[in-house]
């Protein structure tokens, strides 16, 4: 079965930090890059970080220095380091594979408090 199941989502202060994973199954993993995106109520979803097959890695300018995407094909999975933590970082994490298919996590809610 092919999925995503993203964890690691809570309720944090801000300040504090996170850390998200992202388990693949059902794919050759290490052909995938793999996205964090994220979706506040009443916006749009956002790409948040991305990470190629080969290791390259990407970041949305609100997030730069303080969030860092790794991945381990050894565990197909992708994680999320979050540090820094701002209210306006809260939103749903969603975690996305993509190659010449794309797939979707259901998705960890992340709250950060004032």
């Known amino acids: 079965q092919v999925q995503l199941v993203e964890s690691g989502g809570g309720l944090v202060q801000a300040g504090g930090s996170l850390g998200l994973s992202c388990a693949a199954s059902?794919?050759?993993?290490?052909?995938?890059?793999m996205g964090w995106y994220r979706q506040a109520p009443g916006k749009q979803r956002e790409l948040v970080a991305a990470?190629?097959?080969?290791?390259?890695?990407d970041y949305a300018d609100s997030v730069k220095g303080r969030f860092t995407i790794s991945r381990d094909n050894a565990k197909n999975t992708v994680y999320l380091q979050m540090n820094s933590l701002k209210p306006e970082d809260t939103a749903v994490y969603y975690c996305?594979?993509?190659?010449?298919?794309?797939?979707w996590g259901q998705g960890t809610q992340v709250t950060v408090s004032s």
């Open positions: 996305r594979a993509y190659d010449r298919a794309t797939i």
């Open positions: 059902g794919i050759i993993f290490s052909f995938y890059s």
């Open positions: 990470i190629t097959s080969s290791g390259s890695t």
